[in-house]
């Protein structure tokens, strides 16, 4: 692996963002460059912080962070969480992974955070593996479900 460094994301970091995180969730892919603006404006409630790994002058990855006050698991009312995580192809097992979740767990110290969760999808067998390698312990699996319901009396 060539030195990774890992720091708060920039200004001049957005396209880049823009690039991975859409890779990552591509259903919002419209609303990704809008979302990042406000974070960089100073305007967004969440994420919290973001972390970019940066290999040479390219960005490699990054992790969205945020504080929730319960996760899965955890046993405090404060949890950093892991809200995104992505490394780019070719940069994969390499180190990249945990260099992000290092500078996660630094960054949930210093919030005075004492646990860090995360979750993945229940077929994203990649993001499980690299979870577990990186010494996080699976508590549960879960379905979620939705139901949109019709507003009556008026509203």
Known sequence: MSTVAVRPVEQRDEASWVEMRSALWPDGMEDHPKEIQRFLAGDAKEPLAVLVAQDGEALVGFVELSIRPYAEGCVTDRVAYVEGWY?????????????????????????????????????????????????????????????????????
């Open 87 to 155: 490394v780019k192809d070719g940069h994969r097992r390499s180190g990249v992974g945990g260099a992000l979740i290092a500078g996660a767990e630094e960054w949930g110290r210093k919030q005075g955070c004492v646990e860090l969760a995360s979750d993945a999808e229940l077929t994203n067998s990649v993001s499980q593996k690299a979870h577990l390698a990186l010494g996080f312990d699976e508590v549960l699996q879960i379905r979620c479900f939705h139901k949109s319901i019709e507003m009556t009396g008026g509203r």
